[in-house]
């Protein structure tokens, strides 16, 4: 693959683990272990490639409606990922990060993040997004809480709000926007992730399941990428 023009800044909304477990008669739980192991596959791929950022929707603020059985499978495959792939990510000098109301995960997951994230600190490599419990109206929803705050006690002034300002309070601060967005299993929708940050991502949507999406698919979607003209509304 020609090096050039690769996606700064790829999210990936990883879609289809339970339909991909139905075609093969597996339970919904074994289509999400194969999805965890695509997780792998995507950042190894995108750090060999030259992308700086990868975000993953993995869990988000409306999965706590799905049925308990498989919420606890879900919190249990992160917990085991957190535990067997840090020291994996640092040997690969890739940075964990988490957004989204962490606070509200589970005790026994939120004890082996501590631990990846430390673990991993000093990486100069990818940065690796896990978005955990997030939504992105939540997001939106907190940082104009923290504006408020902030107007509040005068640390910030009405006129000082702006487009850049709301970018510095919420959870990718300081991050670059998204330039695309990969959606797997052919759902055509954005499903409440990164509302703010999409605004201008160029969309890639693949039929392929989540677990069958392998480093071709990444390439696949970063050549179609680099056809597009981006024009930012202009």
Not at 8 to 14: D, L, N, Q, S, T
Request: with cysteine; hydrophobic share 40%; net charge positive.
């Amino acid at each position: 693959m020609p090096t050039g023009n690769v996606p700064k800044h790829i999210a990936i909304i990883m879609d289809g683990n339970g339909r991909w477990a139905k075609e093969r008669g597996l339970p919904r739980l074994a289509g999400h272990r194969s999805g965890a192991k695509a997780i792998e596959e995507a950042a190894s791929s995108c750090s060999e490639l030259g992308v700086e950022i990868l975000t993953l929707f993995a869990f988000s603020t409306e999965n706590w409606k799905r049925p308990k059985y498989e919420v606890r499978g879900l919190m249990g495959l992160l917990r085991r990922f957190l535990k067997e792939k840090a020291d994996a990510l640092k040997k690969n000098n890739i940075k964990l990060n988490v957004i989204g109301r962490v606070e509200h995960l589970p005790d026994y997951v939120k004890r082996p993040l501590t631990d990846a994230l430390l673990a991993t600190k000093d990486c100069d490599g990818l940065l690796l997004n896990i978005a955990l419990n997030y939504g992105g109206r939540a997001e939106i929803t907190d940082a104009c809480r923290a504006i408020a705050k902030d107007v509040q006690i005068d640390k910030i002034g009405l006129s000082d709000i702006d487009e850049p300002l709301i970018s510095e309070y919420l959870y990718t601060k300081g991050m670059p926007d998204p330039d695309l967005l990969i959606r797997t299993s052919g759902e055509m929708r954005l499903s409440n992730f990164l509302l703010w940050q999409l605004a201008y991502a160029e969309i890639y949507v693949t039929k392929k399941f989540w677990p069958a999406f392998r480093r071709e698919d990444l390439k696949e979607a970063i050549v179609d990428y680099r056809n597009r003209q981006r024009r930012f509304g202009g």
